[in-house]
């Protein structure tokens, strides 16, 4: 099951950043939606190489090609395939990291786990570059979520030093300023974050950051004490994308040094006799279960792996320390393409969520 | 799906806290294994309430039934069931529950999830009591993983205030030192971790923490690039233990402020000649592969949310607010229970990967 | 995988016919179902042993225990568990089968696949007592489905020598005979059939069976193509009963010998009105889908392979042939206890499908 | 799960017949296998449309294209992706089944489950062109059984009023000669299975037929009582082909007319020491697991539902009796093309309980 998420609504991916094209197949797609193109072109675009020195030299047109499941520009709700062509690949720039596996890389584990034959080329498998096809995905999911009044905020909340306000202290305008920007920063960071990612750049250096996340319009009920949380089911999709390295809800990591007299989240009601609670450290989620309140969460992303700077590491054909200097193109900062990653895993997370629990109880949940 | 973990070695969990029993069914057990009772009970009574108002006055004998897959004290290779009947419950202290649902419980969003049926009495099937049979689950699977030379490691690596060292900083004296200790700490914390457990009960009112957990002995290779990399697989079985906000891998959080010269963990040859890396940023697991460094992350408990300190909340039949004290026997901090889980946890989902990685490649990796 | 059945609606099967228990965990069940015990208790019955030398001397009580689940009558929406005890077990019956295995039991491919450690009392694990819990959970399953409409019709078709018709030549109030009869037959082979069982029975043999099914109520557009077609889903649920060796739909093997001109099944509007096809030879599903028309199925029932007249077979441990006389308890015809099971398995598949097709589209399709 | 069939070597199918293409992603390839191009080829030829008036007139090129899992060409370990596109198409034929579904076709029972939505064009997604790519993985999957020593042997043994032999009753020199023949067909019938298909075409009429299948090398142990018995596995792939309407293993439905005493297999050494039974009657399955004895079943494949003769249905637009005549391109006889089809699916299956065997036990299983 490696290459498949959810249990109704599934994606399977497939692909090589050098190979012929990147992919995936979709399935669980209810027939007769019009397949909202606008979206899946923003959602592209968002995640897409831009210019400025911020992200990758390697531009792909990232045009697609559906292969299935769509007839009359509507899903047929047979299996929808969509294939990403690779037409701007250098592989030459790949070569010598076949003795000389790059540092924090998968380059090592996985010759090891594929005993040698996987395609090292541009990361082979393991490149960012399958996160083209699953942005795909997600924009046709979260075009489904919106039918249900469930949207999906993503702001870029830290860069290396530079730190932005978490959604839960953020206005509603502000919530939306940041959904019109052009990095889903927070207009006051903006300047200073660019400019931690241009001075990375400058080193030939890299930076980490933080991606947050946070979704509305979800009615209480949704997801499962224990195995299928809803951060549980969360959490395995965000560690699937590459570079993620934790996750928290609500207040998270601060909880381990808080009382439970500061961190419960007292009920209340609202001015409109809604029940809310007054605060949101369980980030929405109580038992693995929605509890109305905004399903907030915080994902880190490790500094890109990829250096111009030179490295010390090992040849593993000599067996001596070596200098490696990794001349290819690559983002100063992965943080940078991965709003619209979060988002779109996010979408296909919560779509199947909403399909196991109509199915069951062939209710529609209400905020 | 939901009450289910695993691929091919699969437990399946069920119960409430006040109902019969709480059990599971462990499925894809090889036969002919000699079942370790000593080991399940040693993990059982780490798990169990502890005196000494560290842990809650509920005491459950915690004594199993096997219902079925044991023959001759050896596996038999078909469904293996255990039952732990509940005896010591007291359901009285819920029955006030039903219109004033406890802050930062499950009480709320069960009761929406299961439109009002669910077994309410001691948290019904969200109650950590689920947690014996997982915890005997895995130490079945602790076993099997000892033929492979896979050792689990749990710490408890913070309590509100106090904090100790991360396992990638400790000598390997220090971290067996913890293994034998009786609540999985280190020396030099316990006293101070125990006295912030304590002031917390004093005061009625409960404290989070952390868990640390190393597993070595991981050939490079198990994993998936993807849906099924080992922190999502992790993840996903974290966020099933309740009380779990967050979880990260390696310098997980503080990568975000690290640039890629620094956290690029180079190849080195040790003086054995073996490849490792020089520093372990990555928690041993690149692209979603184990790397063959030793695999380490840490979970936030948050602080229990019973507390007995009188809380303002909501009385949800009257909508007016309410103030509620909690006085039925709970932990001060949930935390001092959990290394057992995790380490039942990881046991599961690293055996599990394995037999996965077995049958596709029928070899045993080596370290 | 080798215990769960189904999606959505899933069952999980524990036990073996002389260790303490057998049953199984039911997961995805909506909350707040009222248990229609009386159905439980009928479809039991049904399948339970009898007198008159037509079934098994070994008469368990049949007594549940509901271990989780359940609250206040209602399902709570949490996994459901149900034991059986074993309680009426001779195992000095089954010693002497450790060296000369049953033929056409599963005691030698038994042995093999677990290397010799299952347990061998009753069959263990492959025991048609575990067909017990398959009814209970069969039983509520079909509860849920009558609120869709849809029904399930059984009937011992044939019986040795003794065939009675299809249920697609019968009139609506002799299908309705049959389910009012004491073993599901049609009246006018009902003396035959049962001369038949007790002639084998006389003769120390024992004799196979058919067991025709239709559901009716099914609306058209339930199923998939290809690998979740219903035909697919059914067969994999039946060749789950202990005894079955073929299934056919429709006209089944018949159709090897028909032209395309007999074969197909025209449309035409019935008098009210509403498309039917005036044949039904595809046994209601077209390509994988239900179209509308009953679901009709056959499945074959081998004797029973425990018979007391004398069989030569071999001694596995002088390698010598031997003679065997089975004198346990056992029925001489398995088929008459199958229209239970059967009629169950078609309920946890039905169930499960529609819970699926409901998850999909929303939507609750009508006839 | 609708388009994906197996546990550890999984395959998701993807495809309308007059969409761009059809296809599949195969998941749980071990690397490092060269592919056996003229295994495929082969295999594909074996299904292809062929002249002489016996399959459709439509003949697809049946050329692939790798789009990811393959390095030098070697399998890489990552999920391998086929396309065939669609070139050989002529959608006018089909315009007019859209208010006249085609009696025993899809037509209708998709166009209620996909509400109207599917493509109709040459069946879209029910088309039996998506047995290229399942051809296609199970040539690879038949390769990798090869080191198994576990070998699939198909032949037709029934096309209308013509039946040959069983292979319980052919000698291997028999076998091998159906494997060599152009049919897959026994010598002795061939020229009267051929002729009964020239006069169903001759007579714009179609027929049907039986496909039996066996296979040899299995070791006793595979599979698993109840859900994921051999024969479930098997029936669940087999009625995954469309056109199967029944499956019977071993001896099948004559079991229901015979005695124990006669349908019993004894376990018998045979002259080489080996344990053996004396007849197959179980067809090499006991209790759901093979028992060493070759695995052997037989599939009906109905008549072709195209014909050119003139049926009588129904406008559903009009909603009165009309006449149809389909001139398209059509097999006489699907069963023609079947056995390539049935011996993929077989491989699929075995080679995926093979891993899921190897990964629980450790050990490969011999004969």
Redesign the interface.
């Known amino acids: 099951?490696?290459?498949?998420?959810g249990?109704?609504?599934?994606i399977?991916?497939?692909?090589?950043s050098h190979?012929?094209?990147?992919?995936c197949?979709i399935?669980?797609?209810?027939?007769?939606k019009k397949m909202d193109t606008d979206r899946i072109n923003q959602r592209l675009n968002q995640r897409k190489a831009t210019s400025g020195g911020l992200t990758t030299g390697r531009i792909e047109p990232d045009t697609y090609?559906?292969?299935?499941?769509l007839?009359k520009a509507?899903?047929?709700?047979?299996?929808?395939?969509v294939?990403f062509e690779n037409t701007n690949t250098r592989s030459q720039d790949y070569t010598k990291f076949e003795t000389v596996?790059r540092?924090?890389?998968?380059d090592?584990?996985?010759h090891?786990?594929?005993?040698?034959?996987?395609?090292p080329r541009g990361?082979?498998?393991?490149s960012a570059r399958?996160t083209a096809p699953i942005v795909f995905a997600g924009a046709l999911a979260e075009q489904l979520l919106d039918e249900m009044g469930i949207s999906i905020w993503v702001q870029i909340q830290?860069?290396?030093?530079i730190s932005g306000k978490s959604f839960l202290n953020l206005t509603e305008a502000e919530v939306l300023a940041i959904d019109q920007s052009k990095y889903q920063m927070q207009e006051s960071c903006e300047a200073s974050m660019i400019k931690e990612v241009q001075d990375?750049s400058a080193?030939k250096?890299?930076?980490?950051?933080?991606v947050e996340c946070m979704i509305t319009g979800v009615?209480?009920?949704?997801?499962?004490?224990?195995?299928?949380?809803i951060?549980?089911?969360l959490?395995?999709?965000?560690?699937?994308i590459?570079g993620?390295?934790?996750?928290?809800?609500?207040?998270?990591?601060d909880?381990?040094?808080?009382?439970?007299?500061?961190?419960?989240?007292?009920?209340?009601?609202d001015a409109d006799?809604e029940?809310k609670?007054q605060s949101n450290?369980?980030?929405g989620?109580?038992?693995?279960?929605?509890?109305?309140m905004p399903v907030v969460f915080r994902c880190?992303?490790?500094?890109?792996?990829?250096?111009g700077?030179t490295?010390?590491?090992?040849d593993?054909k000599s067996?001596e320390?070596t200098e490696l200097v990794i001349e290819g193109r690559h983002d100063p900062a992965i943080v940078m393409r991965a709003p619209a990653v979060v988002r779109a895993m996010v979408a296909l997370v919560f779509y199947d969520l909403y399909?196991?629990?109509?199915?069951?109880?062939?209710k529609?949940?209400k905020c």
């Open positions: 099951m490696s290459n498949t998420l249990k109704l609504f599934r399977s991916i497939f692909g090589e190979g012929p094209a990147v992919g197949v399935d669980g797609l209810p027939s007769g090609q559906i292969l299935s499941g007839y509507h899903t047929s709700g047979t299996p929808l395939t294939c596996f540092p924090s890389h998968a090592y584990s996985g090891k786990k594929y005993y040698g034959f996987n395609d990361g082979g498998h393991f399958l830290a860069v290396g030093g990375a080193e250096d890299s930076v980490g950051g933080l009615p209480a009920g949704f997801g499962d004490p224990f195995f299928n949380s951060e549980s089911e959490s395995k999709a965000m560690f699937s590459p993620v390295k934790g996750i928290e809800f609500g207040s998270g990591f909880l381990a040094h808080m009382k439970g007299s500061e961190a419960n989240d007292r009920f209340i009601k006799g029940i609670t450290h369980n980030g989620i109580s038992g693995g279960v929605s509890n109305g880190v992303f490790k500094p890109t792996a990829s250096i700077k490295q010390e590491t090992l593993f067996g320390t399909l196991v629990d109509r199915g069951i109880y062939g529609t949940r």
